[in-house]
């Protein structure tokens, strides 16, 4: 099972951007969390770093033809993007929503995220362990 994690604006300054919230694991740390726990499961994983809108819409339309799922952080774009969300719904792969925070904990704003509804499932609130969740959860999901 190949799986591609896309990490979105701000997920570079991991580990320096308000450890309160986000922790103190910088993106590299996560990576290498990602990388391991994958190996454990049996798949291969890629991680890739977008600020941008377009790389993260792109991101998501090339792993659709190579990858079996995707694991997603969109940061705040999950609060506003529509265009994120018709794109994972454009795809048939399996999409899940990850967020170190938990949102529903956070500014109003920050509450309703427009992305995850068109994802498989989503994971927050559990820093960085969110995205390990994730990929357990992607390897006892069956691919469409």
């Known amino acids: 099972m190949r799986v591609l994690v896309i990490h979105g604006p701000n997920l570079n300054l991991l580990g320096e951007r ?3 919230i986000y922790g103190t694991a910088t993106l590299d740390e996560i990576n290498a969390m990602i ?3 994958a190996s454990e499961l049996g798949m291969r994983v890629d991680c890739v770093q977008h600020s941008d ?3 993260i819409i792109d991101a998501l339309h090339g792993a659709r ?4 799922a995707i694991i997603i952080n969109p940061g ?3 609060h506003y993007s529509y265009a994120i ?3 994972i719904a454009s795809i048939s792969i399996p999409v899940v929503e990850v967020h170190l925070s938990n949102l529903a904990s956070r500014e ?3 509450r309703r995220s427009v992305t995850a509804g068109s994802c498989r499932g989503s994971v927050c609130g559990f820093g960085a362990h969110s995205y390990l969740l994730a990929l357990r959860a992607v390897a006892q999901t069956p691919v469409k």
């Open 35 to 37: 990388e391991k726990t």
């Open 53 to 55: 809108e377009g790389s």
């Open 18 to 20: 308000d450890p309160a």
């Open 85 to 87: 969300a018709d794109a």
């Open 108 to 110: 109003e704003f920050r």
């Open 65 to 68: 033809t190579v990858c079996d």
């Open 76 to 78: 705040a774009f999950a």
